[in-house]
């Protein structure tokens, strides 16, 4: 067996963070709040029809996450290369000027990762996983690592709780609730489903996706005109620990990625 840690290994915060299974929120609300900039939102419709096979898409997307954080060195630098080979050859047009724009400009692949990783960290936090703000500023310096892997400069991607809050202060005269976040945002909410289980899937899904919207900052919750009051705020957290709590009491198994990952870090303990 590899003694191969990945890009992190066992004693960081990385991947304490990522293995509670309540992040799949944090996934959601990134995608809320990646569709507010323009030219990232068209990135996506232009390039696709988001409705098409969105499963399996958002299937891949946790994949690649597991496997960044929970591979090895191999494994993570493929699937970056993966995405990379990806974006290579994407383009779209900038709604408001028509200018061509690459989709792996670094200026959108910064506001997609920053976006991720803030989601991931703040509502890990706000599920009370015990992290200090010691902890938080050490995940961002780690996912910078995890940034290198799409092609950015880990020199130019904000590392700190203190850079991420200047980063979005700096980016926010750039968002704007446009006709493509608001298709997005609905699709996100009300996404299609098979028949058979819709009855059962779209209830629970709108209480997931309206939990994740809640968990946005203020800012992004009023551009999408939609309340920003702090009840909101301690509603949401309440019901992400609570459903933290419910989670970690079912008899989830363990994605294969992260088995793996703990058998490597085992193995290399007992040596």
Not at 114 to 121: A, D, I, K, M, Y
Request: charged share 25%; aromatic share 8%.
């Amino acid at each position: 067996m590899s003694d191969d840690l990945g890009l992190f290994g066992p004693d960081s915060v990385s991947w304490r963070v990522h293995r509670e299974p309540v992040l799949w929120l944090a996934g959601i609300r990134a995608l809320y709040l990646q569709a507010l900039h323009p030219r990232a939102v068209a990135g996506v419709v232009q390039n696709g029809d988001i409705r098409r096979n969105c499963w399996p898409r958002l299937m891949r997307t946790a994949e690649y996450v597991g496997t960044v954080v929970y591979g090895t060195s191999e494994q993570a630098e493929k699937a970056g290369l993966r995405v990379r080979r990806i974006h290579d050859r994407l383009r779209a047009h900038d709604p408001a000027t028509g200018e061509e724009f690459r989709v792996d400009d670094p200026h959108l692949l910064r506001w997609v990762h920053v976006t991720e990783v803030e989601s991931f960290v703040s509502t890990a936090r706000r599920a009370r996983i015990g992290l200090t703000d010691e902890d938080i500023d050490r995940y961002y310096a780690e996912q910078t690592r995890a940034a290198a892997l799409v092609g950015l400069d880990p020199a130019t991607v904000p590392a700190s709780a203190a850079a991420v809050e200047e980063f979005y202060r700096d980016l926010r005269p750039e968002l704007r609730f446009t006709a493509e976040a608001r298709d997005v945002a609905r699709f996100l909410t009300v996404p299609p489903m098979p028949t058979k289980v819709v009855a059962v899937g779209r209830p629970a899904w709108l209480g997931l996706a309206t939990t994740a919207f809640a968990l946005l900052p203020r800012w992004a919750r009023r551009l999408y005109r939609m309340p920003g009051f702090p009840t909101t705020d301690i509603a949401a957290s309440l019901t992400v620990i609570g459903l933290r709590g419910v989670i970690n009491a079912l008899p989830v198994r363990e994605g294969p990625i992260y088995r793996e990952a703990m058998a490597r870090a085992d193995a290399v303990r007992a040596t």
